[in-house]
């Protein structure tokens, strides 16, 4: 078949950067151009494009453009690719919220293209029927997508007691902080140390989970999110605490999750006993998952996956695959 030729915005930044490598290596995708907001001109990494500045893209010569543009930037970039033709891959925020209002509440800014809300949500493995053939995706965010895949099988066999909290202590590698350094991001101010932010519900993924999370089972209580940044460059690992509805023993939960994985190509259940780790998921495509009955009614989970690939640029991939009618593992490696 023909290559489809594709674009990236934002691609000097670490989810961007990603982005370029996975697509360099797709089997059906031309890489037209790279945009940067701090690289122009320098040679973009395994190609023969040179970075242009965003105003200097041209997504009406492609079929779809992948926007890794820090949140707030990319929906007005987003119409005027679609204006121009091209389907939009959004690895920002902008677009995962359903409403104004519910972006309002955690963002705190008016949407800047609110009559583009809803947008699909691109997490294939919950959503996958409504990704065929859509214009426009909104790719989950990292740690919403580690959460949501570590409770999925329990949502749908309504196997958590209702209005009981999902509890998520989650661990970050640094760059899921982005390319520019802080006084708290920065690698060298975190090696030898753990830093917990914006803990309780103050995370603005709280809203993005709570959503999704309520659309396969609304009785489903609040998420009480704890995220850290960790001293390692990449990986995230999600501890999920749940309690169980009565009549569903923890002890089922092993044969319930092998059950609903069985078929997903980019999430892996790792055999009963074994712990996942970041070890697992860093620099793979997928998500590896692990079991911990905690007496009767009480399941531990730990859901990993690389926060710049299955969080961010290889769920790009997917998605894109999904909405061209290619296979989904297309560019990827699968977990199963």
Request: charged share 20%.
């Amino acid at each position: 078949m023909q290559a489809i030729r594709v674009g990236v915005y934002g691609a000097s930044g670490y989810a961007g950067g990603e982005l370029v490598e996975l697509l360099n290596r797709h089997p059906h995708v031309q890489l037209d151009f790279a945009t940067s907001g701090s690289q122009r001109g320098k040679a973009v990494p395994d190609s023969k494009l040179s970075f242009v500045a965003h105003q200097d893209a041209r997504p009406q010569d492609v079929a779809a453009v992948f926007l890794a543009l820090p949140h707030g930037a990319s929906a007005d970039v987003a119409l005027a690719a679609l204006g121009a033709g091209a389907k939009v891959i959004d690895l920002s925020a902008d677009f995962r919220m359903n409403s104004e209002a519910a972006w309002m509440e955690w963002y705190g800014t008016a949407h800047q293209q609110p009559d583009l809300l809803p947008v699909p949500y691109g997490l294939p493995e919950i959503n996958r029927d409504n990704l065929h053939g859509v214009e426009l995706v909104a790719v989950p965010g990292c740690y919403p997508t580690t959460t949501l895949l570590g409770v999925y099988p329990l949502l749908l066999a309504k196997a958590l007691a209702p209005g009981s909290p999902i509890i998520v202590d989650a661990k970050s590698g640094a760059s899921g902080a982005g390319r520019t350094p802080t006084s708290v991001t920065h690698l060298p101010e975190l090696f030898a140390n753990l830093v917990p932010y914006k803990t309780g519900r103050s995370h603005r993924h709280v809203g993005e989970m709570e959503q999704e999370l309520h659309k396969i089972d609304d009785d489903v209580g609040p998420v009480l999110f704890t995220p850290h940044l960790l001293p390692v460059d990449r990986g995230l690992l999600a501890s999920i605490t749940v309690t169980l509805a009565p009549g569903f023993d923890a002890s089922e939960s092993q044969a319930l999750y092998e059950e609903t994985f069985d078929t997903e190509p980019m999430v892996r259940v790792l055999p009963a006993g074994d712990q996942a780790t970041i070890a697992h998921a860093a620099r793979r495509d997928g998500c590896v998952i692990s079991l911990v009955p905690v007496l009767d009614r009480w399941l531990q989970i730990t859901s990993v996956t690389d926060n710049l690939r299955k969080g961010a640029a290889s769920q790009a991939v997917q998605n894109f695959n999904l909405m061209f009618g290619l296979a989904e593992t297309a560019g990827l490696t699968p977990e199963s």
